[in-house]
């Protein structure tokens, strides 16, 4: 058939010849193309024809798709072409699927996963005849058929033991099994398909007589490559083609007409330099100019507690503790410090989770903890309380090999749902439910971590910049860099005309590690269109520092600052659960009278966003109510700033939350 394919080719280019010969067509054009790129298997079945394979199915791959040949072009109006080509194709491609089991190896569940491979190696030849429209002089599309002949097919198929990594075999004593190549049964010789593409030419000599395009070609069989089932292979190819027409013209030679006089120009001064310069003002919480350009950093004492959450959650059908969990070696956990973990944020310190408990277990050979496994009951987990138990003892071997805690002070427990579960029929509370939750025998174990500490706090105040900018060009971009000695830290940017002014409000975190600083420095940068940059003089605002050491010299009222966080609130709950009431013990016995509490709420991003802020300023007001604070500042925010990333059920446990902060003067 391939031959046939070859003859109607011929054919084609004969008659179309005799046409050209007739007047009805443009010249022809000859040339050659050739393309590379990709080639997509689609396909819905189990195995080949005779050929053996455990693959529940194969339902797709990729590879790559290679064409070459002659080409033959007609334009049919000025507008439109007839583009007639006879290709090889080489198509190459590769079918992974893997499969997932539960293995029983030294009498403990294991999770199994077998890889199923299929490559393939096609060959056909394809005359493909389309018709094109000119979207531009050099811009086309076309539209037309690809008739193909499969002259060669071949495959090879094998099935693989790929995890566990380092011990098990097939039946035949290797890791993989049904190990066969040769050619494809069964094979569909005739492939047709639809093609589509885009091309743009451009002229290799003056006359436009001959041409390179590159291209961009999709196709789409509709065609079987085997008979019986389903599998197809299409491609997206980038290529090119060099083409021009067969029967040349002698151009007349044309001589150009002397050129006219050229005119006088009138005389342009010269463009003015363009220049930039910035100014700054301080404002008070009141929008109110204030006289001096200054900023007051007035140290205070800082106590922060940060809870810590009791679970280790786990991926979709899996026993392996992720790896976003810290995990030692044997000789770092006996060099764990908890002093380590002081300068950490409150998810950072939750990653700390394992080390924290073990370095307690092993410190507090009494302490015992139990370790509960559940899942989500969702798919293949539902009713897996092998899954369960598998997760439970991942985090006792944590425990047992590198902590080298007893098993005696390790209790494992498997259970479905978990007692408290969120309720969502949704991923996000599947996600939260896939856990091990680590109970302890004493609060200690799970008590939260205290960090005693001095930073700035910059007084309330904001500043207003205004730039300046002379004899401008037309403005691309623009930024204006705020700095405190080598450390850049606020950026305000945007593109196009600069605004007339840009406010900045220092924050606490803007100032931390700033002992030996003085000033805030600021400059604007212009870039125009020109690709120019133009950038102010560097100018500096003063930093007056009140230090804890200069307030009790000259008995000036400072304030200390305390922090308190308040989690494991269940989905959609308000009440208080028996874990705060030792923190609010606390918190009661830390406030004076003289102290300004403020209570924030907060939930994660599931629900609807005016029941989640009625959610959390419900949480607020209960923690104030057992704090027995009337007049504490309550508020309610929801989920209008999330604390922490939302994408992982941690970080959505973290944000049901009540903030606690007492600001308390001292002399």
């Not at 050099?138 to 693989?160: P, V």
């Not at 500490?453 to 900018?469: A, G, H, L, Q, S």
């Not at 450390?487 to 002992?515: A, C, Y």
Request: aromatic share 10%; net charge negative.
């Amino acid at each position: 058939m391939s031959k046939r394919i070859v003859l109607i080719y011929i054919i084609v280019v004969l008659s179309y010849l005799q046409v050209y010969s007739a007047g009805l067509f443009s010249k022809p054009e000859i040339g050659i193309s050739g393309a590379y790129g990709l080639s997509f298997q689609v396909a819905n079945f189990q195995n080949l024809p005779g050929v053996s394979s455990c693959c529940p199915n194969y339902s797709g791959g990729s590879g790559t798709a290679f064409s070459f040949g002659p080409l033959l072009k007609f334009n049919i109006s000025q507008d439109a072409f007839i583009d007639t080509r006879l290709l090889y194709y080489y198509y190459s491609g590769l079918m992974n699927e893997s499969e997932s089991i539960n293995l029983i190896i030294d009498g403990e569940s294991q999770e199994g996963i077998f890889d199923y491979n299929l490559k393939s190696d096609i060959h056909i030849i394809s005359l493909e005849p389309t018709a094109g429209y000119k979207i531009t002089n050099n811009f086309n599309a076309s539209a037309g058929l690809s008739l193909g002949f499969l002259i060669s097919g071949k495959y090879d198929s094998y099935e693989q033991l790929v995890k566990p990594e380092n011990r098990g075999t097939f039946n035949n004593g290797r890791r993989t099994r049904n190990d066969t190549s040769g050619k494809i049964p069964d094979v569909n010789s005739f492939q047709a398909g639809i093609k589509l593409g885009l091309a743009y030419k451009f002229p290799l000599d003056s006359y436009s007589d001959w041409y390179l395009s590159p291209e961009i070609n999709y196709i789409f069989h509709f065609t079987n490559i085997a008979t019986d089932i389903n599998w197809k292979t299409n491609s997206l190819t980038l290529g090119v083609s060099i083409a021009g027409k067969m029967f040349s013209e002698t151009k007349p030679m044309s001589i150009p007409p002397s050129p006219p006089p050229l005119p006088v120009l009138p005389e342009f001064p010269a463009p003015q330099k363009t220049d930039v310069d910035i100014t700054a003002i301080k404002l008070d919480s009141n929008n109110n100019e204030l006289s001096l350009l200054y900023l007051k950093l007035e140290d205070i004492v800082t106590l922060n507690m940060r809870p810590l959450l009791n679970y280790i959650f786990f991926d979709k059908v899996s026993s392996e503790i992720p790896e976003r969990y810290i995990k030692l070696t044997t000789e770092q956990a006996r060099d764990f410090n908890l002093k380590s973990i002081h300068d950490l944020d409150a998810m950072q310190t939750y990653y700390q989770i394992l080390n924290l408990v073990g370095k307690k277990l092993y410190d507090n050979p009494d302490y015992h903890i139990k370790l509960i496994g559940t899942n989500s009951g969702i798919g293949r987990e539902k009713d897996n309380k092998e899954l369960s138990l598998a997760r439970a003892e991942a985090v006792k071997t944590y425990f047992t090999d590198i902590w080298k805690i007893p098993e005696e002070q390790l209790g494992v427990e498997a259970r479905n749902l978990p007692e408290d579960y969120s309720t969502p029929k949704e991923y996000d509370a599947w996600e939260e439910n896939r856990r091990v939750e680590i109970l302890p025998s004493n609060k200690s174990i799970l008590e939260p971590i205290l960090t005693l500490d001095t930073i700035p706090n910059p007084e309330k105040v904001k500043f207003r910049f205004y730039p300046i900018v002379t004899n401008p060009s037309e403005i691309e971009k623009w930024k204006i860099e705020i700095s405190t000695g080598n450390n850049l830290i606020e950026t305000i940017e945007g593109k196009g005309q600069i605004p007339n002014s840009v406010e900045w409000t220092p924050t606490e975190k803007d100032f931390l590690n700033i002992e030996a600083v003085n000033e805030i420095m600021y400059r604007l940068t212009v870039n125009d269109n020109d690709g120019d940059s133009i950038q102010s003089r560097l100018k500096k605002i003063p930093l007056e520092k009140v230090t804890i050491e200069k307030k009790r010299q000259e008995g000036l009222v400072g304030k200390n600052v305390e922090y308190y966080r308040l989690i494991l609130f269940n989905f959609g709950k308000t009440n208080l659960l028996e874990e705060h009431s030792n923190i609010i013990d606390y918190i009661k016995r830390r406030i004076n009278p003289d102290a300004k509490v403020t209570v924030t709420g907060y939930t994660d991003k599931i629900g609807n966003f005016a029941t989640n802020k009625q959610i959390a300023t419900k949480r607020a007001k209960e923690a104030a109510k057992l704090l027995g604070i009337e007049d504490a500042d309550i508020i309610g925010i929801g989920e209008e700033s999330l604390l922490y990333d939302n994408s992982l059920p941690e970080g959505r446990f973290y944000c049901r939350t009540v903030n606690i902060t007492l600001e308390m003067p001292i002399k």
